[in-house]
């Protein structure tokens, strides 16, 4: 059984920084797509950025590119977002997410096995 815990959201203002963290327990977490996904009230989940077990392959939306940044440490097994210039449009609880069954890059979320619990940001204008 995966287990997925983040942390490090919280209360920003406009234009700060948040590093969020997921650490994974239970399986093979070296060869697993990792992928962070949002979801605003109302709205539907969306994926925010991914990346491949090895790290060479990333995937970012265009809402974030330039301003967030996907990582992994797979020897901690945790999987990192860097945030900076943060907007309000980007307050959403913010989920971690595995891919259990390919090796490849998805953004759907019906294509990940495994979530966190979620963790809230809130960007103040």
């Known amino acids: 059984q995966v287990q997925l815990v983040e942390s490090g959201g919280g209360l920003v203002q406009t234009g700060g920084s948040l590093r969020l963290s997921c650490a994974a327990s239970g399986r093979a977490f070296s060869t697993s797509v990792m992928a962070w996904f949002r979801q605003a009230p109302g709205k539907e989940r969306e994926c925010v950025a991914a990346i491949s077990g090895s790290s060479a392959y990333k995937y970012y939306a265009d809402f974030v590119q330039g301003r967030f940044t996907i990582s992994r440490d797979n020897a901690k097994k945790t999987v990192y977002l860097q945030m900076n210039s943060l907007k309000p449009e980007d307050t959403a609880v913010y989920y971690c997410?595995?891919?259990?069954?390919?090796?490849?890059?998805?953004?759907?979320?019906?294509?990940?096995?495994?979530w966190g619990q979620g963790t809230q940001v809130t960007v103040s204008s």
């Open positions: 997410a595995l891919r259990g069954t390919s090796f490849q890059i998805g953004t759907p979320a019906s294509e990940y096995d495994y």
